[in-house]
Protein backbone atom coordinates (compact mmCIF):
# COMPACT_ATOMS: atom_id res chain seq x y z
CA UNK A 1 0.00 0.00 0.00
CA UNK A 2 1.46 3.58 -0.91
CA UNK A 3 2.30 6.27 1.88
CA UNK A 4 2.86 9.68 1.54
CA UNK A 5 6.25 10.44 3.56
CA UNK A 6 7.41 13.46 4.21
CA UNK A 7 10.93 14.93 4.77
CA UNK A 8 12.31 18.09 5.14
CA UNK A 9 15.51 19.54 2.90
CA UNK A 10 17.38 22.46 2.54
CA UNK A 11 16.23 24.79 -0.17
CA UNK A 12 20.00 24.89 -2.17
CA UNK A 13 21.03 22.92 -5.09
CA UNK A 14 21.67 19.21 -5.10
CA UNK A 15 18.88 18.16 -2.05
CA UNK A 16 16.80 16.83 -4.70
CA UNK A 17 19.14 14.75 -6.29
CA UNK A 18 20.34 13.71 -3.08
CA UNK A 19 16.98 12.40 -2.52
CA UNK A 20 16.01 10.99 -5.93
CA UNK A 21 19.93 9.10 -6.17
CA UNK A 22 19.70 7.52 -3.07
CA UNK A 23 16.12 6.59 -3.55
CA UNK A 24 17.14 5.00 -7.29
CA UNK A 25 20.08 3.12 -5.86
CA UNK A 26 17.57 1.53 -3.57
CA UNK A 27 15.27 0.50 -6.70
CA UNK A 28 12.77 2.33 -4.47
CA UNK A 29 10.19 3.88 -7.00
CA UNK A 30 8.76 7.82 -6.80
CA UNK A 31 4.98 7.43 -7.51
CA UNK A 32 4.66 10.88 -6.65
CA UNK A 33 6.07 13.91 -5.54
CA UNK A 34 5.37 17.59 -4.10
CA UNK A 35 8.04 19.92 -2.90
CA UNK A 36 7.35 23.59 -1.21
CA UNK A 37 9.85 25.20 -0.87
CA UNK A 38 9.84 28.75 1.83
CA UNK A 39 12.01 30.18 4.33
CA UNK A 40 14.95 28.35 3.35
CA UNK A 41 14.14 24.56 3.69
CA UNK A 42 11.58 22.67 1.47
CA UNK A 43 8.83 20.33 2.80
CA UNK A 44 8.82 17.66 0.85
CA UNK A 45 6.09 14.68 -0.12
CA UNK A 46 6.86 11.19 -1.57
CA UNK A 47 4.30 8.84 -2.73
CA UNK A 48 6.00 5.49 -2.25
CA UNK A 49 4.76 1.69 -2.61
CA UNK A 50 8.38 0.84 -0.66
CA UNK A 51 7.99 2.38 2.43
CA UNK A 52 10.61 0.12 4.33
CA UNK A 53 13.28 0.68 1.70
CA UNK A 54 12.49 4.20 1.57
CA UNK A 55 13.04 4.81 4.88
CA UNK A 56 16.19 2.85 4.58
CA UNK A 57 17.66 4.60 1.47
CA UNK A 58 16.70 8.19 2.90
CA UNK A 59 18.31 7.57 6.20
CA UNK A 60 21.54 6.38 4.75
CA UNK A 61 22.26 9.93 3.39
CA UNK A 62 21.34 11.28 6.57
CA UNK A 63 17.25 12.60 5.13
CA UNK A 64 14.90 12.09 8.08
CA UNK A 65 11.22 11.12 7.60
CA UNK A 66 9.48 13.68 9.43
CA UNK A 67 6.05 11.78 8.95
CA UNK A 68 4.70 8.38 7.56
CA UNK A 69 0.55 8.95 6.02
CA UNK A 70 -2.26 6.96 4.88
CA UNK A 71 -3.13 8.17 1.49
CA UNK A 72 -5.89 7.39 -0.81
CA UNK A 73 -3.99 6.82 -4.27
CA UNK A 74 -6.83 7.31 -6.75
CA UNK A 75 -6.59 5.08 -9.76
CA UNK A 76 -4.91 6.04 -13.58
CA UNK A 77 -7.55 8.83 -14.67
CA UNK A 78 -7.83 8.91 -18.45
CA UNK A 79 -6.29 12.36 -19.45
CA UNK A 80 -9.10 13.91 -20.61
CA UNK A 81 -11.06 13.29 -17.39
CA UNK A 82 -8.35 14.63 -14.92
CA UNK A 83 -7.80 17.78 -17.23
CA UNK A 84 -11.66 18.32 -17.37
CA UNK A 85 -12.52 21.71 -15.51
CA UNK A 86 -14.03 20.77 -12.13
CA UNK A 87 -13.25 17.72 -11.47
CA UNK A 88 -10.98 18.10 -8.27
CA UNK A 89 -14.00 20.76 -7.03
CA UNK A 90 -16.55 17.92 -7.31
CA UNK A 91 -14.42 15.84 -5.79
CA UNK A 92 -14.13 17.83 -2.72
CA UNK A 93 -17.73 19.30 -2.66
CA UNK A 94 -18.72 15.53 -2.00
CA UNK A 95 -16.14 14.70 0.97
CA UNK A 96 -17.04 18.24 2.01
CA UNK A 97 -20.15 17.68 2.38
CA UNK A 98 -19.88 14.17 4.41
CA UNK A 99 -17.69 15.84 6.71
CA UNK A 100 -14.43 15.15 5.29
CA UNK A 101 -11.39 17.25 5.99
CA UNK A 102 -8.67 17.10 2.97
CA UNK A 103 -5.31 17.52 4.50
CA UNK A 104 -3.17 16.43 1.70
CA UNK A 105 -3.66 16.52 -2.15
CA UNK A 106 -1.14 16.54 -4.92
CA UNK A 107 -1.64 14.47 -8.61
CA UNK A 108 0.87 11.75 -9.07
CA UNK A 109 1.95 10.00 -12.16
CA UNK A 110 -0.25 8.24 -14.70
CA UNK A 111 -2.99 10.89 -13.63
CA UNK A 112 -3.56 10.01 -10.54
CA UNK A 113 -4.86 11.85 -7.17
CA UNK A 114 -3.11 11.10 -3.62
CA UNK A 115 -4.94 12.44 -1.01
CA UNK A 116 -4.68 12.06 3.02
CA UNK A 117 -7.94 12.92 4.99
CA UNK A 118 -9.58 13.34 8.35
CA UNK A 119 -11.67 9.57 7.58
CA UNK A 120 -9.69 7.93 4.53
CA UNK A 121 -12.48 5.04 4.80
CA UNK A 122 -15.32 6.76 4.20
CA UNK A 123 -13.79 9.08 1.58
CA UNK A 124 -12.64 6.08 -0.54
CA UNK A 125 -16.14 4.71 -0.39
CA UNK A 126 -17.40 7.70 -1.37
CA UNK A 127 -14.88 8.62 -4.39
CA UNK A 128 -15.69 5.53 -5.47
CA UNK A 129 -19.46 5.48 -5.79
CA UNK A 130 -18.33 8.88 -7.86
CA UNK A 131 -16.81 6.85 -10.38
Known sequence: MA???????????????????ALGRAGVNIEGLCAIMEGGRGA???????VE?????LAS???????ETD??????LPE????????????ARA?????????????????RVVLATSDNQKATQLLQSMM
Do not use: C, W
Open 3 to 21: KDLLVTLEDQPGEGARLGE
Open 44 to 50: VHILIDD
Open 53 to 57: GAKAA
Open 61 to 67: VGIRVDA
Open 71 to 76: VIVSPA
Open 80 to 91: PELDTPGVFGGM
Open 95 to 111: LAEAGINISLVYVASRN
